[in-house]
């Protein structure tokens, strides 16, 4: 049990554009989200977290206007990244917690590349 | 200021020998802590866990020990096995585990045949 699935595993996009990852918890009810980017031998940066059915909270100096997060049901919540640009690209994955336990359960991640 | 500390960026063991990966905080509010295997491109696989009314929790060849008063817990893999190689997170989180994760920078452990 517990699995996370991130969709899509990579993405190229051109600068200007915007890309919407996707990430849904397939066997639990997730009721916290939370989304992430990794840069290169870096440690997992939390971005924001989101829970079902209210606005999400962003961490100090992550713009919330570019990185749009929608949790619209218990089991799916979208990144939509605007107007990107080469420095986002980047490591995104998300992870789902359930009321159940404190773990948080990731998904596989998402790469992105901004040409 | 980082809460969560791995001070070791790698690690490396024999296949078969105990593979010890440290990590420290400094948030006395934290108490839950996990632990995190992750492969390169992709996410990290929840490990194991333990909250701060214990000291110990196993589950397999896994094992995390917590010292509370030295605020520092670690991770034992015994026995070590190549596919154990990987890096591995540990994160903390207090209110029982119900705030957010906070990460260590990992430590990249690799074991060899």
């Known amino acids: 049990g517990a699995v996370v699935s991130q969709h899509p595993s990579w993405v190229i996009c051109k600068s200007g554009t915007s890309v919407k990852i996707e990430c849904r918890s397939l066997?639990?009810?997730?009721?916290?989200m939370f989304w992430y980017r990794q840069f290169p031998k870096q440690s997992l940066m939390l971005m924001a977290t989101?829970?079902?059915?209210?606005?999400?909270?962003?961490e100090q100096g992550v713009e919330k206007d570019k990185f749009l997060i929608n949790h619209a049901s218990l089991t799916l919540s979208t990144l939509t990244v605007t107007s990107a640009h080469p420095e986002d690209s980047s490591f995104y994955i998300c992870?789902?917690?359930?009321?159940?336990?404190?773990?948080?359960?990731f998904g596989q991640g998402t790469r992105l590349t901004v040409v | 200021d980082q809460q969560v500390k791995q001070n070791s960026p790698s690690l490396s063991v024999q296949e078969g020998r105990i593979s010890i990966l440290n990590c420290d905080y400094t948030?006395?509010?934290?108490?839950?802590f996990l632990w995190y295997k992750k492969y390169p491109a992709e996410g990290p696989t929840f490990l194991i866990s333990?909250?701060?009314?214990?000291d110990k929790n196993e589950d397999g060849r896994f094992t995390v020990f917590l010292n509370k008063s030295a605020k520092h817990l670690s991770l034992h893999i015994v026995p070590s096995q190549p596919g154990d190689s990987a890096v591995y997170f540990c994160?903390?989180?207090?209110?029982?585990?119900?705030?957010?994760?906070?990460f260590g920078k990992g430590t990249k452990l690799t074991v060899n045949p």
């Open positions: 992870s789902a917690r359930a009321d159940r336990g404190p773990e948080a359960f």
């Open positions: 066997d639990f009810q997730a009721t916290t």
């Open positions: 989101s829970n079902e059915g209210s606005k999400a909270t962003y």
């Open positions: 948030n006395s509010m934290f108490d839950y």
């Open positions: 333990i909250s701060s009314i214990k």
């Open positions: 994160a903390a989180s207090s209110k029982g585990g119900s705030e957010k994760l906070v």
